[in-house]
């Protein structure tokens, strides 16, 4: 059974980046979309972008995001990273990794059917 | 970016009932293949329910169902549970930036 753990700072000060990372265990980290979203009340669920290990290595972001944010694979340590930098009190969020890809019945579908429990972090000095 | 407006807001409704909630997008996904329905109890990270607009996911009852196309999907839950009372998202990934519904509140009434 894949599980998900997100682990890093829950307080990070405005204008500094924030770094969480997705331990992935259980499974393989190959043939997916890693992909992080974050939830706060005001702005509901936000997918921030992803990383594809499948077919050709790439990355994809949220246009709104892009110009602050990094995702990274590690395979040796099965792990994502994201990265988000000049913070403000608007990137206060739950954040969620989850694995983005469903096989079934021969083909692959997007659909996130793995997640981890969710870290939450607060941008505050 | 393709808005996905999930109506209603809320539904209340009594165990055994069946609740049919809504998710219209503002342009038409792709490919039903890439639309999403997801369930969210309070403290949880959302759980995936459907993927490809009408597959269930692995270990979901039968009492879900999805289906639609264009720009026009529903979730329907034939007779309610009371492990169903939370919040259903539907998500599409046809178009970047994958984009959520803002959510529909399942209450018991």
């Known amino acids: 059974q894949v599980q998900l753990q997100e682990s890093g700072p829950g307080l990070v000060k405005p204008s500094e980046t924030l770094s969480l990372t997705c331990t992935v265990s259980g499974g393989s980290i190959s043939d997916y979309y890693w992909t992080w979203i974050r939830q706060s009340p005001g702005k509901g669920l936000e997918w921030i972008g992803y990383f594809s290990s499948r077919g050709n290595i790439n990355t994809k972001y949220n246009p709104s995001l892009e110009s602050r944010v990094t995702i990274s694979l590690d395979t040796s340590q099965n792990q994502i990273s994201l990265n988000l930098t000049s913070v403000t009190a608007a990137d206060t969020a739950h954040y969620y990794c989850a694995r983005d890809g469903v096989a079934a019945g021969g083909a692959f579908y997007y659909g996130m059917d793995v997640w981890g429990r969710g870290t939450l972090v607060t941008v505050s000095s | 970016e393709i808005v996905l407006t999930q109506s209603p807001g809320t539904l209340s409704l009594s165990p055994g009932e069946r609740a049919t909630l809504s998710c219209r997008a503002s342009q038409s996904v792709s490919n039903s293949n890439y639309l999403a329905w997801y369930q969210q109890k309070p403290g949880q990270a959302p759980r995936l329910l459907i993927f490809?607009?009408?597959k269930r996911a692995t270990g979901v009852p039968d009492r879900f169902s999805g289906s639609g196309s264009g720009t026009d999907f529903s979730l329907t839950i034939s007779g309610l549970e009371p492990e169903d009372f939370a919040v259903y998202y539907c998500q599409q990934s046809g178009t970047s930036p994958w984009t959520f519904g803002r959510g529909t509140k399942v209450e018991s009434k």
């Open positions: 490809a607009a009408s």
